[in-house]
């Protein structure tokens, strides 16, 4: 009789040992459960909104393509001036972007010597804008710094993209660390 109960007993215990263990089981299947569909809804969520942020790029840059340049802008650095004009070769206004990569831009030392600085690809490109007294300066990589003239180099702000309204100096700093000045003016 007392094995008989003994054996009970362990039968019982046995049984709440699997009871349990397979609760336990449930709730870890329960948690990773819970866990793999969380993960793909946040997928999900990062999928729509890569795919939300490049049609508003793509509708941007459609926009751009036809937007006209009203004003001329003039690039500066230190004592060299490079500039381009919003007028084409053949009379008409330029549309969309320009890049502000590959500048070769002239200066004249106090000496009198004459000398050329150059402007490696920065990523930065400059665009008309529906504003006919504005310019917008966007970069196609890394945040840029700008900041108005009279403004301490400090106190410029980090963005992707500015808007330059004409006869104001903007001052840009580059990946390499040098410094731009950009003023949109109006020639024609």
């Known amino acids: 009789m007392l094995t008989m109960q003994i054996g009970i007993v ?4 046995l049984a709440a040992a ?31 909104q890569k795919e939300e942020k490049k049609l508003q790029e793509q509708e ?28 084409c070769a053949d009379g008409r206004r330029r549309r969309g972007t320009v890049p502000l990569d590959h500048v070769l831009m002239y200066g004249k030392h ?10 490696e690809e920065q990523g930065l490109e400059i665009g008309a804008s529906d ?14 710094e700008i900041r108005e003239e009279g403004m301490g180099r400090d106190q410029g702000m980090k963005t992707r ?3 330059i309204k004409k006869d104001i ?20």
Request: net charge positive; hydrophobic share 35%.
């Open 10 to 13: 362990l039968v019982v215990l």
């Open 18 to 48: 699997g009871v349990v263990q397979w609760k336990m089981q449930s709730n870890r299947r329960e948690k990773q459960r819970y866990i793999l569909e969380y993960a793909e809804k946040v997928t999900d969520l990062e999928t729509r």
């Open 60 to 87: 941007e840059e459609k926009k751009q393509k036809y937007r006209v340049f009203y004003l001329d802008f003039l690039i500066t650095h230190g004592s060299a001036f490079g500039g381009c004009c919003a007028t």
């Open 110 to 119: 106090p000496s009198g010597r004459e000398f050329t600085y150059y402007i």
């Open 131 to 144: 504003d006919p007294d504005a310019l917008i300066v966007r970069s196609k990589g890394a945040p840029f």
């Open 161 to 163: 993209s500015a808007v």
């Open 169 to 188: 100096v903007y001052y840009i700093i580059l990946e390499s660390k040098h410094e731009i000045s950009i003023k949109a003016t109006k020639t024609c």
